[in-house]
């Protein structure tokens, strides 16, 4: 029986320190730290986001604030806000929530971000400096995996990593960690060939696929730590990952469920990454 590696409570444990550091930043430099979301159209599962998100930083004590533009906003009026942030000094963190209407450029909306106010990391200079090795910031859904990871005692140091999924936000800064972590790591996308037998040489199986149950028990290495990003939704409207988690319980040796496994991470590691920028600001 796999142990399962509770989200919800690391990721508390994680928010109460990010409030802890902040009282303390903010006794010492009297900073706020500062985050700005910016919402456009009515994408009613983006809404839920920046809801949790706003609710985070109020508990971290940072200042938040959210922009919710309507979905006729044009590319010169989402990026003339994106430039009045950047100057901004009390706002150290700028979010965009994707995705965008499909009249908007994500990539130049992205790039338009101060890479030292990028806390999704998801500005071209940021993801280079992950490739390198030598990071601000780190994105936030792969690095809560690294933290869950880690505060479950598991070392990555020598283990067989197998990274299902290679998008940008995901899949591939996820094998990037697992890598500077010294796992040997193997990605596999959707033109794998033997999904199955890679993934069975797992010492530490990460699945982010979006792909309902993708991942069977007779796919997973006995004792494996399983890691489920997936988040997918049954017929019944209840939420499940990429992994058949009742088929994957029993040969596992840790296992994140979903819900209540890597979601609750993201937020919490964006949480960091704000406090991390406005500690920046301040040469810290
Ligand atoms: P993408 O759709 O961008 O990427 C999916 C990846 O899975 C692609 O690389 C694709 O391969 C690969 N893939 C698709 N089908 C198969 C298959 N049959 N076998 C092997 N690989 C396959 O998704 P994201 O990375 O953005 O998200 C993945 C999942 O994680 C989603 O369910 C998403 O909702 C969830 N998610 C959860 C977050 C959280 O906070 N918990 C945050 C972000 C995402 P190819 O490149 O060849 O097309």
């Not at 859904?141 to 598991?154: D, F, H, K, N, Q």
């Not at 033997?194 to 040489?201: V, Y």
Request: glycine content about 10%; hydrophobic content about 40%.
């Amino acid at each position: 029986m796999a142990q399962i590696i509770d989200g919800k409570a690391i990721a508390a444990e994680i928010r109460s320190e990010v409030a802890e550091e902040t009282r303390a930043f903010k006794e010492t430099y009297g900073i706020t730290p500062g985050l700005s979301v910016i919402i456009v159209g009515d994408d009613p599962a983006s809404q839920v986001y920046v809801r949790n998100k706003r609710k985070a930083c109020d508990n971290c004590g940072f200042a938040s604030e959210t922009y919710a533009l309507p979905a006729s906003t044009t590319q010169a009026e989402l990026e003339a806000l994106i430039d009045r942030l950047n100057q901004d000094e009390t706002v150290h963190g700028i979010l965009v929530q994707l995705p965008l209407p499909a009249h908007l450029d994500e990539k130049t909306v992205l790039l338009r971000i101060r890479p030292e106010k990028d806390v999704d990391a998801f500005h071209p200079f940021n993801v280079g400096e992950i490739m390198i090795g030598d990071y601000r910031f780190l994105p936030c859904t792969p690095a809560g995996c690294m933290e869950l990871i880690r505060r479950s005692g598991i070392s990555v140091e020598g283990k067989n990593c197998v990274v299902v999924g290679r998008s940008t936000i995901v899949g591939k800064p996820m094998a990037m960690l697992l890598l500077q972590a010294n796992g040997t790591v193997t990605i596999c996308h959707s033109r794998t060939r033997d999904l199955s037998g890679i993934c069975r040489t797992a010492d530490i199986l990460v699945a982010a696929v979006g792909k309902r149950e993708l991942i069977r028990g007779d796919m997973i290495k006995p004792g494996a730590v399983v890691i489920d990003v997936g988040i997918n939704r049954k017929e019944d409207g209840t939420l499940c990952g990429d992994v058949a988690f009742e088929e994957a319980f029993p040969v596992a040796g840790y296992i994140t469920p979903v819900p209540g496994g890597v979601g609750p991470m993201t937020i919490a590691m964006l949480m960091k990454n704000t406090l991390t920028a406005a500690k920046r600001s301040k040469g810290i």
